[in-house]
């Protein structure tokens, strides 16, 4: 955790701008996509496949009701939407100022010892209040693999988050006994190596025992991570980290962004594939 990274009126500025992004979408022509990481619902999803270079909506699921094969919008857009992304470092220059542009970004990533560190994957998620989903324990270098492992993320708190609204919790140590096992890919013909649409999970060779011995989630020990607005969390590409559905009436509004190490490989099978990889 890095207290006050942004002034707390940045991140506010920051706020705004998300609600006037909320705002300005539109929902007549918007296909209704949910945003979970199961391997179930938004896999196969092209709205969500091509959100790597532009800024898309993504509805809480408990937002959305099916009737007579349609699906319908039950809360206020401003309140239903659980992130938008992945690329508001390229669309949005008030996101792009925070993200590459910004020389306390630079500082952290020269400290952490990047070569040609490059920024992918922005969102704003909002965690809306009474409905704004868990997520559940995962490791970011699942989902953004490089070889080597290379993936940091970069969360900044736009409003306080506390454990009434669904902070961040993660396991202490867990990056370093818990090997990334896994990925989330696109799907390939194993034969053709065409592109089939959708995606899906596939564990990496030679994992199977380390997934046999590793301790179950519920046995690890959890910190959470309660932060005001403006504090920064770094998320190291392999440690466990979660959070809560909020049950509460706040928001709780975060920024977030990853950086990888462009000296590393990063393959056609990461599901987000950027036709632009911003250099900070
Ligand atoms: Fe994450």
Redesign the pocket.
Known sequence: LVPKFLTPEHAKDLLLRSHELLQDFDVKTHPMSVFTTSDKAHVGDEYFLNSSDNVSFFFEPSALEEKHGRTYLVKPKEQAINKFGHALHLYDSEFEKVTVKNPKVEEIVKKLGFLLPRALQSMVICKQPGIGGA?PS???GV?LYTNPQSAV?F?IALEDATIENGCLSYAPGSHLTHPITKRFVRRFDKTTDEELGGTEFIYLNGHEETIARLPPDEKLKWVTVECKAGDLVL?HNSVL?RSETNRSEKSRFAY?FHVIEGTAEYDKLNWLQSKVFSTI
């Open positions: 997520v995962h490791q970011d989902f993320g969360w998320i980290h977030a």
